[in-house]
């Protein structure tokens, strides 16, 4: 193959103009997987994931201590443990399912049986599903037809709230994060059972939560 005098010329001027550059092309950070347990190499002053495998834990633990909350009497009671009154009142912008669904699942494994949860945050394919039986347009299946879906007897609640300050001489920004966890009873409308998890931050970093 014959290359032109011209796309030589063309090809050792662009190699040339590189070089004069002084641009190192350095390859970046690699990857690399963080334990969630521990503070990761980007933190701040808010809610990370420490603080939430953290306090889902200690909820946890207290909850199967509660015997309201668990099967004593041989009857295990219906929870709901979802989002939907679970409210972030706090300056930081965090998904609440990171806290709820950890709590949820850590539940449903610990509990073994002693807690029955009712997935309301997914009433609307249940819906579908009963509907499709009902129409004969799917079968049964194998534990036939109920009048009704599950009913729940206590339902999680609670609230994320924070308080901010900063140090306008040296930047420094500190936060309390309060988090509050309430069993609510469904049909009494009492508080069976309350948690709290709480603790404060000051850091010099700017981070953004997302």
């Known amino acids: 193959m014959r290359i032109s005098t011209t796309a030589v010329a063309l090809l050792a001027g662009l190699a040339l103009t590189a070089c004069s550059t002084g ?12 334990d969630p347990d521990t503070r990761g190499a980007v933190s701040g002053v808010g809610i990370e994931s420490q603080d939430i495998i953290s306090m889902t834990d200690q909820m946890m633990r207290d909850m ?25 009142r706090s300056s930081q912008r965090i998904d609440k ?44 299946a194998t534990t036939g037809l109920t009048q009704a879906t599950a009913g729940a007897d206590y339902r999680l609640v609670g609230t994320i709230n924070s308080l901010d300050a900063r140090d306008r001489s040296t930047g420094t920004a500190q936060r309390y994060s309060q988090i509050t966890f309430e069993m609510l009873d469904l049909e009494y409308g009492t508080i069976v059972w309350s948690g709290i998890y709480e603790f404060s931050k000051a850091a010099q970093d700017d981070v953004i939560y997302r």
Do not use: C, H, W
């Open 23 to 34: 641009i190192e092309n350095k390859p970046g950070t690699p990857t690399t997987y963080q």
């Open 64 to 88: 199967l201590t509660n015997p309201q909350l668990t099967d004593d009497d041989g009857t295990p009671p219906r929870v709901i443990i979802d989002d939907a009154y679970f409210e972030n």
């Open 97 to 140: 399912q990171l806290v709820v669904n950890r709590l949820r699942v850590g539940l449903s494994r610990a509990a073994n049986g002693r807690m029955v949860f009712v997935g309301r945050q997914y009433a609307d394919a249940v819906e579908k599903e009963r509907e499709l039986k009902r129409d004969g347009v799917v079968d049964s």
